[in-house]
């Protein structure tokens, strides 16, 4: 599983008390004026309840304009929910609004709501352009000074009538690249921030690509099938000509299949301009660089016979300039897995001119946290990012996501965890200052009979992702929302965290849930974390602590990810053991994306290994191969890992309805309790 595909870390101290340990109390003073809550052992902070809403719709916003909103929503949704922002649209603009149950008033004008709140803001804090980095350094310092991020351009406006805000700080020439940023940061503003929470979010990210994007290219050549071994490799000749008649030609590799995270991989490429050589290179190598117009989040492998990948909708893009009055020009290259190449003769936004974005952080401004982005894959962040784990009390969450996606997020979550710290995806989450003004209600697991055991293959399926929040609001609706469920049984991944985070999705997807829906502990429990990635003395006081959000949720039945230097790896013998004693749960799964199985550790825990699919073929194919080897005599149990991405509960109940009666589908707590009843083992832990 990976980022459009995700996974996520966490990790907490043994020796510390109750009263001292995950979710401690901190030092900090309160914001002025703020309502914010956070018990001691509270995993998020609670806002004062909302009651009624100014809701601008930003979602075709400039980014400037998006971050000084975002900002602005911290700083005023502090004291009390007040400010809504429209800025996505996946599951509909009004969704979850709607769901709030208050009243609002859209404001056809955002500016409006900037003068109506503006005697709450104390002034500007202007980052610098250059270096998109500094966007965090002033999403940190308006947090801590109750001020709105803005661009040069709209600092002018700003500090004229009517709004008449002074600068408080100028970032413009400050910091010399990013690393200069980060690093006064820590030196001149960590110690006067929240140490409850960390928040990593990239400065500058395209969460929506322009509309025409796509047709700026045409595609030149793609596989058709969902190639993962490299039996494909081998060197392509492309036609490039169609696309002379300006001055450059922009050639973009990307995934034919994104939705199950293999990707598009790419040794070396040779362009010839009327069958002279005018470019060559080796991914990773210098000859690269000055015709690498867009690396997006593609990774590169080491040395000079690696290659650069893209995956989960991600590409990468080269720009040529051929000479002028060239009649052919032809692309070599060696490629394999699952491409998609296009090409194209009009310059298309790049990563490099992606603007900011708001998101999470008027959370980090609401709680005055410091707001990040160092890749644990480069040396000199990577001590910096380490640095800033050890500073926070085991338990500590941090919220957002890593650079360089998957290679990032193995990294990431291992580092993190290491270091008792676990993570919630949340970098696209919107409005949280508002949703953490509603209360949970009381879950109300609705109990499933076991049906009687017999000599079948019990099936049982599982979405991934839960513990993504942006998960939780944007996909997971759909899927929710999806006619077909209910018709088949399937286990959702969420966040126990909602608890706090957004209690009123929670209570939506409690409430509306089938007798066919079972919600479970998204990876790894209450957080996202690798178990074997940090101390056995430290893991069974977080699990011990962290429980009570698996009761109040009801999502007892952990989906466990356990990775270390990237490879899946087994539980411990000691972490294991703390699962059991400290969840209580009556078995887990474990995701190993290509196998599946069941093992009864110690004796007591069935732990079955999920097998990730992403289309129904790859479901198919798996039962069939499962069949094939099973001997019908005694019962056999398959766990299948459903891509959130690609897969929905229509396509479930299309696969389910392929097979024969030897196959039935159960929910998670009715496929443990027959492997239980299987292994002659008690019917509860």
């Excluded at 650079?403 to 995806?425: C, M, P, Q, R, W």
Aim: include cysteine; glycine fraction near 6%.
């Amino acid at each position: 599983m990976f980022r459009k595909l995700t996974v996520i870390g966490l990790a907490i101290a043994c020796t510390l008390s109750m009263s001292s340990g995950a979710f401690a109390e901190e030092s900090k003073e309160k914001p002025r004026g703020s309502t914010i809550s956070w018990p001691e052992k509270q995993a998020l902070p609670s806002f004062s309840k909302v009651k009624q809403l100014d809701v601008a719709d930003v979602y075709n916003a400039p980014g400037d304009i998006k971050l000084l909103m975002a900002t602005l929503q911290g700083i005023v949704n502090r004291v009390e929910p007040r400010i809504y922002l429209l800025e996505n649209k996946e599951e509909g603009k009004f969704t979850w609004l709607n769901d709030l149950n208050v009243p609002y008033k859209v404001r056809d004008d955002y500016w409006q709501i900037v003068r109506t709140y503006k005697n709450e803001i104390s002034g500007i804090i202007i980052y610098d352009p250059k270096i998109p980095d500094s966007v965090n350094v002033a999403t940190t310092l308006a947090g801590l000074k109750g001020a709105v991020v803005a661009s040069p351009e709209l600092a002018e406006k700003l500090q004229a009538a009517p709004y008449d805000l002074k600068v408080l700080n100028d970032l413009q020439g400050k910091f010399k690249d990013r690393m200069d940023a980060y690093n006064w940061q820590y030196e001149n503003l960590w110690s006067t921030t929240t140490h409850r929470m960390l928040v990593g979010l990239s400065p500058y990210t395209s969460v929506r690509l322009p509309d025409n994007q796509e047709d700026l290219f045409k595609v030149v050549a793609e596989e058709k099938t969902q190639e993962r071994d490299a039996k494909n490799r081998q060197v392509y000749d492309l036609d490039l000509s169609a696309s002379l008649g300006k001055s450059d030609v922009y050639l973009r590799f990307a995934d034919a299949f994104p939705q199950d995270g293999w990707g598009t991989a790419v040794h070396e490429v040779t362009i010839k301009a009327d069958g002279k050589t005018i470019a060559q290179f080796i991914p990773g190598t210098p000859e690269e660089e000055p015709f690498l117009y867009d690396r997006q989040s593609s990774q590169v492998s080491e040395g000079s016979g690696g290659h650069r990948f893209a995956d989960n909708n991600r590409y990468f893009i080269y720009k040529f300039t051929p000479p002028a009055n060239t009649s052919k020009l032809t692309a070599s290259v060696e490629m394999w897995n699952q491409y998609k190449v296009s090409v194209g003769n009009v310059q298309p936004v790049s990563s490099e001119q992606m603007e900011p974005y708001g998101y999470l952080r008027d959370y980090a401004v609401a709680n005055q946290a410091m707001v990040f982005w160092l890749d644990s894959n480069v040396p000199e962040q990577k001590a910096l990012f380490e640095k800033i784990l050890s500073d926070v009390k085991p338990g500590t969450p941090y919220l957002g996501w890593f650079n360089n996606d998957v290679e990032g997020e193995f990294s990431g979550v291992e580092i993190t965890s290491n270091h008792g710290v676990y993570v919630l995806a949340a970098d696209w989450f919107s409005n949280l200052t508002v949703f953490s003004g509603t209360k949970a209600n009381k879950a109300k697991a609705k109990a499933a009979d076991t049906p009687k055991l017999e000599n079948k293959i019990y099936v049982t399926y599982t979405f991934s992702e839960g513990d993504n929040f942006q998960y939780n609001q944007h996909r997971m609706r759909i899927l929710w929302d999806d006619p077909n469920r209910g018709k088949v049984p399937l286990n959702w991944t969420s966040s126990p965290l909602l608890y706090d985070g957004a209690p009123v999705m929670l209570n939506y997807f409690n409430e509306t849930a089938t007798d066919n829906d079972l919600i479970i502990a998204g990876p790894s429990g209450a957080g996202y974390f690798y178990p074997n990635a940090w101390p056995t003395d430290s893991f069974s006081a977080f699990l011990k602590q962290s429980y009570s959000y698996l009761e109040k949720t009801g999502m007892t039945i952990p989906y466990v990810l356990n990775r270390v230097n990237g490879e899946n790896v087994p539980l411990s013998d000691a972490h294991a053991a703390a699962y059991m004693k400290e969840y209580k749960a009556s078995g887990l799964f474990l995701s190993w994306e290509d196998r599946h199985g069941v093992e009864i550790i110690d004796g007591k825990l069935p732990v079955s290994t999920i097998q990730g699919m992403s289309t129904v073929e790859d479901g198919k194919r798996i039962l069939a191969d499962a069949k094939a080897k099973w001997d019908g005599k005694s019962p056999l149990f398959v766990s299948l890992g459903l891509l959130a991405w690609s897969l929905t509960p229509s396509d479930i109940a299309e696969l389910q309805a392929s097979l024969g009666s030897e196959y039935e589908a159960v929910r998670a707590d009715q496929y443990f309790a027959l492997i239980r009843e299987a292994n002659g083992l008690p019917a509860k832990p």
